[in-house]
């Protein structure tokens, strides 16, 4: 199924595994927790260069289902980040008219954060201006494990005949339904990886591995990232006509 790129050249849907940020605090002596607190601001700031750089889907990586593995203080550090953040920008992403998602397991997550999580979604949802997917306990294999329990309860329960399931369907499942598939990675801070995300969707991606640490991510950076895409070829398997 290929997709059209963006009017402008640019990608329609942008994916960022923002990465770097407990290098970035340790290179100033700090600990690693003030980098997660500049990596959110730097956030904020990629939000809202969105609507000038033609770029109608922004999903971060904000915490794995492997990042649980971390020290129990980065861990709780996160979360109350986490909470602290929606409950100070949500505010500011309806005056900008951005559309809050959250993609990953939710029952994992501590109860007040889920509630904060649905009310921002549910705050937001009238906006139809930038649509900012926020993955929260994400692992795209996690993602697709949970998407074939709910396709096979289906199943079992009389509503989907084995004999129609094909790639169509099971982007109906995936935690992305409502998503198109990204037309661009981008990875900050060195690492060639994708860490589990986005496995499903991101097929026939684009990717872009930088050095940049994601608290040093500024708009400036993200426009030239965005304007390389825009000089490239993508034929989804196929040949340039
Ligand atoms: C990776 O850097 C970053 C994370 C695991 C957390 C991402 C979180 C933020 C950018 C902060 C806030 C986000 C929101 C949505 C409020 P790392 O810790 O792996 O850095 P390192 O590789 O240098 O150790």
Redesign the pocket.
């Known amino acids: 199924m290929a997709q059209k790129k963006a009017d402008m050249g640019g990608p329609r849907h942008v994916a960022i595994i923002?990465?770097?940020?407990?290098?970035?605090a340790q290179s100033r002596g700090r600990p690693?927790l003030f980098?997660?607190h500049a990596?959110?601001r730097r956030?904020r700031e990629i939000v809202s260069a969105c609507p000038d750089l033609g770029v109608k889907y922004l999903t971060?990586f904000?915490?794995s289902t492997e990042?649980w593995k971390r020290t129990q203080t980065e861990v709780a550090g996160?979360m109350s980040?986490?909470r602290r953040?929606i409950m100070k920008e949500m505010q500011e992403f309806v005056r900008e008219n951005v559309r809050v998602r959250f993609i990953g397991d939710r029952p994992r997550l501590d109860a007040k954060l889920r509630g904060l999580m649905d009310e921002a979604e549910a705050m937001t949802a009238h906006c139809d201006g930038t649509n900012l997917t926020?993955a929260l306990n994400y692992g795209g294999r996690d993602e697709v494990a949970r998407a074939t329990k709910r396709l096979a309860q289906d199943v079992a329960d009389g509503n989907l005949d084995p004999a129609d399931v094909d790639e169509e369907t099971l982007p109906k499942y995936l935690d992305t339904r409502v998503v198109p598939d990204p037309d661009l990675v981008i990875r900050t801070?060195g690492e060639a990886r994708i860490s589990n995300f986005l496995l499903w969707q991101s097929a026939y991606a684009e990717y872009e591995f930088i050095d940049t640490l994601?608290p040093d991510f500024t708009p400036e950076i993200f426009a030239d990232l965005l304007k390389g895409y825009g000089a490239r070829d993508r034929r989804f398997g196929g040949v340039t006509a």
């Open positions: 923002m990465d770097g940020n407990g290098r970035w690693r980098g997660h990596g959110a956030v971060i904000a915490f990042n996160l980040l986490f953040y926020i801070s994601w």
